[in-house]
């Protein structure tokens, strides 16, 4: 599986940024969305790959896809999936959305393959990535609109999270309460995130297996970095447990 990646109006030209540029101006930096694709979504208990469990109608991840092809900001829209997956063979996919099979054995493996076939497709180290979850069905295109417009002008780029609303508590190892911990500054973190590409490639190198790394943000983070936090909606959830897919399904619903 190895289509080509496009730009938003559907052709590939054959030239290089550098072939285009007629000025001494450093070519304006250009916005991608990459997809990682390639879990199996374990918790929530599906048959297969959560991303692919109907939801409203159509798979789960269409939802996801079309959000990000309904912003026309974005260059190019990236799909991560696991070596052998077939499940967007013969699909139309909308927009300028692109399938890779290159996913890793992590989230943090999925993406940085990613962002190496982003660089093989002519993106430029300056360019901006949103990296958004799969199973985030419910973003919408203001959300990720409001995102970009915070992050482009920031030196580092950031993430959309939420206040965190609910009493924090802290468990011993008895499964105890141990501690409540103020909740004033605590947030929940969710997708997208946007970083420059070759600040995001190697931030993930530098973490390699020495450092956990559950979201981008963490591994900027790892490099004495302070992303951004941007406010997104708490309907912006990553559908994870078997009952998350009723409440998806409503919010679908409700939108119409």
Not at 100 to 113: L, W
Not at 123 to 128: F, I, L, P, S, V
Not at 214 to 225: N, Q, V
Request: hydrophobic content about 45%; some cysteine; aromatic content about 4%.
């Amino acid at each position: 599986m190895a289509p080509i990646l496009k730009g938003s109006s559907g052709h590939n030209t054959g030239m290089s940024r550098s072939t285009l540029q007629t000025t001494s101006e450093p070519p304006a930096a250009r916005l991608w969305a990459l997809i990682p694709c390639a879990g199996n979504g374990s918790r929530a208990a599906a048959q297969g790959p959560k991303q692919y469990e109907a939801v409203a109608g159509q798979p789960m991840v269409l939802h996801t896809l079309q959000a990000f092809a309904a912003v026309p900001r974005l260059h190019g829209v990236l799909v991560v999936v696991a070596p052998g997956d077939t499940f967007f063979d013969g699909r139309a996919l909308p927009g300028s959305v692109q399938v890779r099979d290159c996913g890793g054995a992590s989230r943090a493996d999925s993406v940085t393959n990613g962002l190496r076939e982003l660089r093989q497709q002519d993106a430029d180290g300056m360019d901006w990535v949103l990296v958004h979850d799969a199973a985030r069905c419910l973003v919408t295109p203001a959300q990720i609109d409001a995102l970009i417009d915070a992050c482009l002008p920031d030196a580092v780029g950031g993430l959309l999270a939420l206040p965190l609303p609910d009493t924090l508590k802290q468990a011993d190892a008895q499964g105890r309460v141990e501690a409540t911990l103020a909740r004033s500054d605590k947030w929940l973190a969710q997708t997208p995130q946007m970083f420059r590409l070759a600040l995001l490639q190697d931030a993930l190198v530098q973490c390699g297996d020495r450092i956990a790394v559950t979201d981008e943000s963490s591994a900027i983070e790892a490099c004495g970095l302070a992303p951004r936090l941007v406010p997104g909606s708490a309907q912006n959830f990553k559908v994870t447990y078997p009952e998350d897919f009723a409440l998806a399904q409503a919010v679908l619903q409700a939108r119409g």
